[in-house]
């Protein structure tokens, strides 16, 4: 009697588990419970560094010195690169290209 309910049971658990919306839901839900669980300790580390110092103590701490942050805007670069380099008076020099090269080379043989 029992072994007769106990292949009856194990039946309607396989015809369970054959169901398309077990086989692929369930795994599904399983993925998203898990998952939130597992970001919880990911974004945790996001507000345990929040009340550490400013980077630019701790690199005054590590003897790393910083730009200010007014030094580095792109205007800024636009003018030091300005000081360095003529940029209104340029030309455009064409390089030379691999198969180019190798017809100029078979012209002068």
Request: proline share 3%; with cysteine.
């Amino acid at each position: 009697m029992f072994k007769e309910n106990f292949f009856e049971y194990k039946k309607s658990i396989e015809k369970f588990f054959k169901k398309k919306n077990v086989r692929y839901g369930l795994p599904f839900i399983l993925f998203c419970v898990c998952a939130s669980f597992a970001m919880t300790s990911v974004t945790e580390v996001r507000y345990k560094y929040r009340a550490v110092k400013t980077v630019r103590e701790e690199a005054k701490n590590e003897g790393l010195e910083l730009k200010k942050p007014e030094e580095t805007t792109i205007e800024a670069q636009y003018e030091i690169i300005k000081k360095e380099i003529d940029i209104d008076n340029w030309e455009n020099k064409r390089i030379e290209r691999p198969w180019e090269e190798n017809d100029e080379n078979a012209e002068k043989k």
